[in-house]
């Protein structure tokens, strides 16, 4: 993993728990649930027991897009890391929406967070320890019936950062 990497996942991780998807997540878990014992957010994957819904972020490999003269012994590059949200849910005792309908209202909340909302500019501020976030891109986003009960819903973004690099 590269720095630019390693700090896109702290820099996710971090907008995330600042944001109140953790409780809006939370809200539709049932109440025996131990909302200490599971995070709602998982990097790569979720156990098989993860209480619904849930959020998987999957962080793929960066691509440099350009490369930039710097100071010293210190070249700039503008990387582009494609990041995706998957979200998955089931339907919701006591609650009349379809596991379909929950997707998209959980998928409409992370817009407002880190963008791609039609009514509402994302609250995300994504700071780097090496680097500087550029910008997030909304790509798309789409859902897809995984079960009879549950639905998973991707929202896919490309995060432009700027990285200084020793040469």
Not at 131 to 142: A, L, R, S
Not at 147 to 152: G, K, T
Request: with cysteine; net charge negative; proline share 5%.
């Amino acid at each position: 993993m590269t720095v630019a990497s390693a700090d896109i996942h702290k820099a996710v991780h971090i907008a995330w728990s600042a944001s109140s998807l953790d409780a809006v997540f939370q809200a539709l878990w049932a109440t025996s649930v131990d909302v200490t014992r599971w995070p709602v957010m998982e990097g790569e994957e979720a156990s098989p027991d993860h209480p619904f819904p849930y959020c998987v972020v999957e962080i793929d490999t960066p691509r440099t897009q350009n490369r930039m003269s710097g100071t010293g012994d210190t070249q700039h590059h503008l990387r582009q890391i494609p990041v995706t949200f998957h979200i998955h849910a089931n339907e919701v005792e006591g609650d009349s929406r379809s596991s379909k309908e929950i997707t998209t209202y959980l998928a409409e909340e992370v817009m407002k967070v880190f963008g791609g909302h039609p009514t509402e500019k994302p609250s995300a501020l994504l700071s780097l320890d090496n680097g500087n976030h550029v910008i997030t891109q909304y790509e798309n986003d789409y859902g897809v019936r995984t079960e009879h009960d549950r639905y998973h819903w991707i929202l896919a973004y490309t995060i432009l950062v700027d990285v200084p690099v020793a040469v």
